[in-house]
């Protein structure tokens, strides 16, 4: 890409940061309390937030699933991630307990030296099939010693999609799967009270953003 292209980039990286932080900086109000018609909506808020995170969040995944597979888009799709996980945040319920997945790092792709072989926590797993890979959970290793101790209870992480071998492939149906979460954000807006309704319009544009720097960067 030309310097033109990569500013051009840039500029919409930007953008699309800025539409988000604007409609966060928006969503305040000025009343004292809870007024009887918002006690009686927000069940429907609380619902509409937690799918409209939940979208957001059915990205987060593919994104990773795309990183797992192909470690060499890091640098091309870590800020385009890092969006996708300001907006999960920003679109969840107030008081929801949110935990993003790391993304995988560029160096657990680099083969280990000879003098010192992963352990298991270190490999990932990956099952291929015709054409798609896979990422699978791993499962942390065992302690070296001491007496067992119980488990923590905690909410396994989801299973991350499956991913085309190509990694031409696997950004294209990155760019379909923000175009379709951008649409779906945008067709929620006639539900959506006032200022999440703007958070809605926010969080789609910058998808829209993300579909174009996607489609045009994989030409």
Do not use: F, I, N, W
Not at 202 to 208: P, R, W
Request: hydrophobic letters at 45%; glycine letters at 6%; proline letters at 14%.
């Amino acid at each position: 890409m030309d310097r033109t292209g990569t500013t051009g980039r840039r500029a919409l990286l930007a953008a699309g940061a800025a539409a988000t932080a604007a409609a966060l900086t928006g969503c305040s109000t000025d009343e004292p309390g809870p007024r009887p018609a918002t006690l009686r909506s927000e069940s429907a808020d609380t619902a509409l937030r937690e799918r409209s995170a939940g979208l957001s969040g059915a990205l987060l995944l593919r994104y990773d699933a795309v990183l797992a597979a192909h470690p060499a888009l890091a640098a091309r799709l870590s800020p385009l991630r890092a969006d996708v996980v300001r907006h999960v945040e920003a679109l969840a319920p107030t008081g929801s307990r949110l935990l993003p997945r790391t993304p995988p790092s560029p160096s657990a792709s680099r083969p280990p030296s000879p003098a010192s072989p992963p352990s298991p926590a270190q490999v990932s797993p990956v099952a291929v099939s015709p054409g798609r890979v896979s990422p699978l959970p791993v499962s942390p290793a065992p302690a070296a010693s001491g007496p067992a101790r119980p488990a923590a209870s905690s909410p396994a992480a989801p299973a991350l999609p499956p991913v085309p071998a190509d990694a031409g492939a696997a950004v294209r149906e990155l760019a379909a799967a923000e175009r379709s979460t951008a649409d779906a954000h945008a067709a929620a807006l006639s539900a959506a009270p006032p200022e999440y309704a703007r958070l809605l319009a926010s969080v789609a544009a910058a998808g829209a953003v993300h579909a174009y720097l996607l489609t045009e960067g994989s030409r």
